[in-house]
C-alpha cells in the first residue's frame, strides 16, 4: 500500500488490474489507494465493486466512489452506483453509502432516503431524517414526525431536529411531547 501511494498515479494501471481481477485483499488495496487518489477512470470498475460478494470490499468501493464524487464536483454519474447501495444487506454499507449521497445533497436520492426512514437498522434511521432535513424535503414530514416514537433516543432526537430544519409547524404538538420525554 505504500508502494502504491508513492507511486501516485502511476500506479494506475496496476490499481485497474487488481479491481478487475484480483482478490478479496488485492481489491481493498486497490480500492484505499483509490480512496486517496480518485480516478474517473476507475468509475465502472469501482461500480463493479460495489456488486462483489464481500461487504469488506462493498463498503471500501462506497468510500472510494465518495473521494471520487468529491473530486469530481458537478458530475452526479459518480454517485449512480451508490443509490443502489442504500439497499445494501450490509448495514455498514447502507450507512456509508448514505454519508456519500447525503454530503452531494444530490435531490435524486430523496426517495431512498425516504426509504431508509424504515431500515431496520437504527443507525441509518437517524441519518436519513437528518438528510431529510438537510435537504429540505418536505414530503418526507409526516414519516420524519412518527420517527418521534422511535425506540432509540438517539433516533427520535434527530427526528426532532430535522422537523426544526423543515419548519414543520403542524408537528409542534409531537414536539412539545416529545420535550416530556425522560430519554
Do not use: W, Y
Not at 121 to 143: C, F, I, K, Y
Amino acid at each position: 500500500q505504500t508502494r502504491l501511494a508513492e507511486m501516485g498515479p502511476r500506479a494506475l494501471p496496476a490499481v485497474r488490474q487488481a479491481l478487475r481481477d484480483g482478490d478479496a485483499e488485492s481489491l481493498l488495496g486497490a480500492l484505499l489507494f483509490l480512496s486517496g487518489h480518485p480516478s474517473p477512470l476507475c468509475l465502472a470498475d469501482l461500480e463493479a465493486c460495489l456488486d462483489r460478494q464481500e461487504p469488506a470490499v462493498r463498503l471500501a468501493a462506497a468510500s472510494a466512489l465518495g473521494a471520487l464524487a468529491d473530486a469530481s464536483p458537478g458530475r452526479p454519474e459518480m454517485l449512480r452506483g451508490l443509490r443502489e447501495r442504500l439497499s445494501d444487506p450490509d448495514a455498514e454499507v447502507r450507512r456509508r453509502a448514505a454519508t456519500v449521497l447525503a454530503r452531494h445533497k444530490d435531490a435524486g436520492v430523496l426517495p431512498f432516503f425516504r426509504e431508509a426512514l424504515e431500515d431496520k437498522d437504527a443507525e441509518n434511521r437517524r441519518q436519513a431524517v437528518m438528510v431529510l432535513g438537510r435537504m429540505g424535503d418536505q414530503v418526507s414530514v409526516p414519516r420524519v414526525q412518527a420517527i418521534l416514537q422511535d425506540p432509540p433516543p438517539r433516533v427520535r432526537s434527530r427526528a426532532a431536529q430535522s422537523l426544526g430544519l423543515l419548519k414543520a409547524l403542524g408537528a409542534v404538538p409531537d414536539l412539545i411531547r416529545s420535550m416530556r420525554d425522560e430519554d
